[in-house]
């Protein structure tokens, strides 16, 4: 499969596109970065340096491959870290851009708002803007629990809360796609769970909790899902295996004291996890 992704560049670590395009290259994919910003590193670390991508620029690379009949050629798109509304926008019309030209290509929307630790780490215009015009054309969405609190402003503090709220943003979303919800860091007791909703079915894979896990474990999970959702059409597969790879790589990172995901020394894992954590259905 070919996959316009569209996110975060960083020279330093391994977060959006840093993350993302190793990953899916790894499941075979053919991977087709394209930045929202370009930074020296994650702001995490304290500090950064770099700049917003040009919302014109990133039209005019589009509008290239168009006329040069690569377009035709992309089978999904994979959003992530937009920051401004002028990012998010420019993102939407890309998407137009590629189903203009293969109206099957499916986009996979990350809405990568901030976290319940942090809070809001991007234009406060932001949430609205993705659920009023990003939501209703992606085919997946996939918020932590956090971002999907922040889209739908309804409680997520009881695992039936958090269906109801992925209900909710299913019901906003195009309705010739999919419309799969997949909701990240989902505290479950003692375990992080991770739920993915399509239609009526629910599946849920909760994991030990990790302390001090480094950035970019979302991005990641995200890309692996899409990219085994592509090959499979299969919820259920994709979440077990994206799940578990994530897992993996984040515990290795954690046990190496890393600040950084990982992911080079331990990319054997996003093929094959060594531990398999399996779907469980919710009801």
């Not at 996110?7 to 991977?31: I, P």
């Not at 302390?211 to 499979?232: C, H, I, S």
């Not at 993996?248 to 990172?253: D, F, M």
Request: proline content about 7%.
């Amino acid at each position: 499969m070919a996959i316009l992704s569209i996110q975060s560049q960083v020279v330093y670590g391994h977060v959006g596109n840093s993350a993302a395009v190793f990953a899916l290259q790894r499941l075979g994919h053919d991977v087709w970065p394209l930045s929202t910003v370009s930074f020296s590193n994650h702001p995490g670390h304290g500090g950064y340096r770099g700049r917003d991508a040009d919302p014109a620029e990133m039209m005019d690379l589009v509008r290239g491959l168009d006329e040069r009949g690569f377009l035709k050629r992309c089978d999904a798109v994979l959003s992530g870290y937009q920051r401004t509304p002028l990012i998010a926008e420019a993102t939407l019309a890309v998407v137009s851009e590629v189903r203009n030209a293969n109206r099957r290509a499916l986009w996979c929307c990350d809405p990568v708002l901030g976290d319940r630790h942090t809070g809001l780490y991007v234009d406060e215009a932001l949430p609205p803007l993705v659920l009023d015009r990003l939501v209703p054309e992606a085919d997946i969405v996939t918020p932590n629990a956090f971002e999907l609190q922040q889209l739908t402003h309804a409680p997520v503090d009881t695992m039936i809360s958090v269906l109801g709220a992925c209900h909710m943003l299913q019901s906003m979303m195009r309705p010739e796609g999919p419309r799969i919800v997949l909701c990240t860091s989902v505290p479950d007791g003692d375990a992080v769970a991770t739920l993915a909703v399509q239609g009526e079915d629910a599946l849920i894979v909760p994991t030990p909790k990790l302390d001090n896990v480094p950035q970019g474990a979302g991005d990641l999970l995200t890309a692996l899902f899409f990219g085994r959702y592509l090959e499979t059409g299969d919820i259920g597969g994709a979440l077990s295996l994206a799940v578990s790879s994530v897992w993996g790589v984040l515990k290795a990172s954690v046990d190496a004291g890393a600040h950084e995901l990982a992911l080079i020394p331990n990319q054997d894992l996003l093929i094959e996890p060594e531990k398999i954590f399996e779907p469980e259905a919710l009801t």
